[in-house]
Each structure stands twice: as structure tokens, then as C-alpha cells.
């Protein structure tokens, strides 16, 4: 009785995981890094001093009321660009996938390529000097980026859900479309939908950023103050923005479990 070959070694996990701890290694030898200048009494004592003027942070019921209009405006810039983005990302997706044909499907695909590659930064700064200072430049920076990020992302939960069913209802005569609505898009959905709540988790950081270019927001309030060195006030735009990155990820987290029940 013969004993059956051992299966054949696969040396490219060992080969992938050698070349990225040699990328690490040479990341380090390149980089000037002087972890040790942290730690030097000049930098503890000015760090300490820097943070002590941040207290206590202002809490005049005029300005609290003000940061509270930014918080709000901050919130509505990234409800509004990943809805928006939802749209775009969806209706991106469909072609990205290869529904309707492999030239159309990389062209698509470049167009997502572009859109994810150009950071909500540099999309602000462009749209800023088209439609001026405002939310609403920073809202269409967020929807641009994040339609790229989504319809990336979309287009392959789409070329990965099983065949089987689609192909089930073409064979009893659906038509294309409907067999795609029917079975591949309601495969899909709970994922795309986690996609998107992790997304806008994301863009409420982004568009608490977006205000330093004058997209309004949070963002921007925390520039002006800290341009005229008002820490304290500088401090309560700060921990708005804590409280409510906090708010979104409970609500993201709450939704995302209740997809998966």
C-alpha cells in the first residue's frame, strides 16, 4: 500500500510575510524617528504646559450654544455626503461589477479609482474655490470621496455573491434586471449597509477636518480659536467633537447589530 504524497509546500505566505517584516524593517532604517525627544524634560515641560491652557474649557451658555450649531451642522455635512455617496456608489457599482461588460467595467472602475485616491482635503479645496466657504463645498468634498471608497467596495460584494440564485430565476424567465434585484442585490445589502455605517463613522471625523479649509463645521471653529490661541474655547470644540464621534459609533454600532440579527 502506497502512502499518499504530502500536499505541496505554498511558499507565498512565507514569501508576502518576508517582504512586508524587510518593508518594516527598512521603513525604520529610513525615517529619521527620535522616539527619545519625547521624553526630554523640555518637551514633557512644554507639553505640559501646552495642555494645561486648554483648562477649563469655556462654558459661557453664548458659545456653548454656538458650538452646539456647529456640532449639528458638522453632523448634517456627513449624513448628507454618505447619503449622497450611497447613491453614487450604488449606481457606480452596478457597471463596476462587470453587469454590462468588461470595457464599460474598468472604465468604471478607474472613475472609482480616481475618487477615493483624492483626499477629502484636496476635493474641499477645490470645490471651495468653486462654491466658496460653507458646509456645502465640504459636504459634496465628503460625497466624492466616499462614492469612490463605496462603490469600490459595493461592486465587489457584488461580483462575490453567489451566482446561483440569479442564475435560477434567468433560467425561469426573469429578465436580467429583476433577477438582479431579486436575488444578488438582496444577498448583498447587509453588507453594503455596514459598509456605509462604518463610512459615515469615518466622515464625522472628516468633516470635523474639512472645517480647517473652511468647509464650517466644528472644524472651522477650532482653526479660528486655535489661530488666536483661545485654548479654552479651543478645548469645549474639542471635546464637542469627542462627544459626538462617541454618539455616531453607539448608533453605528447599535444599527450594525441589529443587521446581523
Known amino acids: ?33 527620535h522616539f527619545g525627544a519625547f521624553f526630554t524634560a523640555d518637551a514633557l515641560g512644554s507639553t505640559a504646559e501646552f495642555i494645561a491652557g486648554f483648562a477649563p474649557p469655556e462654558m459661557a451658555s453664548g458659545f456653548l450654544m454656538k458650538t452646539a450649531t456647529a ?51 484636496v476635493w474641499a479645496s477645490v470645490l ?25 467596495l459595493f461592486a465587489d460584494a457584488l461580483e462575490n455573491a453567489a451566482p446561483l440564485p440569479e442564475q435560477s430565476l434567468r433560467t425561469n424567465g426573469a429578465s436580467p434586471m429583476a433577477a438582479f434585484f431579486y436575488a444578488t442585490l438582496p444577498q448583498t445589502l447587509p453588507q453594503m449597509l455596514s459598509y456605509t455605517l462604518y463610512r459615515w463613522e469615518n466622515n464625522i471625523r472628516a468633516a470635523a477636518i474639512l472645517g480647517v479649509v473652511g468647509a464650517g463645521g466644528l472644524g472651522q471653529m477650532l482653526k479660528f480659536h486655535l489661530s488666536l490661541f483661545q485654548m479654552q474655547k479651543a478645548a469645549t470644540v474639542i471635546l464637542a467633537m469627542l462627544l459626538l464621534v462617541a454618539l455616531v459609533d453607539a448608533i453605528s454600532f447599535a444599527l450594525r447589530r441589529a443587521l446581523t440579527r
Open 1 to 33: 500500500m502506497t502512502m499518499p504524497s504530502p500536499p505541496p509546500r505554498r511558499w507565498s505566505g512565507a514569501l508576502f510575510a518576508l517582504l512586508l517584516a524587510g518593508l518594516v524593517v527598512a521603513s525604520f532604517a529610513s525615517l529619521p524617528l
Open 71 to 121: 456640532t449639528a451642522e458638522t453632523l448634517a455635512m456627513s449624513a448628507l455626503g454618505t447619503l449622497l455617496a450611497l447613491a453614487a456608489g450604488l449606481l457606480l457599482a452596478i457597471p463596476a461589477a462587470g453587469r454590462f461588460g468588461r470595457p464599460l467595467r474598468g472604465f468604471v472602475r478607474a472613475v472609482l479609482n480616481v475618487l477615493r485616491s483624492i483626499p477629502e482635503l
Open 128 to 152: 471651495l474655490i468653486a462654491a466658496g466657504l460653507g458646509p456645502f463645498p465640504g459636504t459634496l468634498a465628503l460625497a466624492a470621496h466616499t462614492a469612490g471608497v463605496l462603490g469600490r
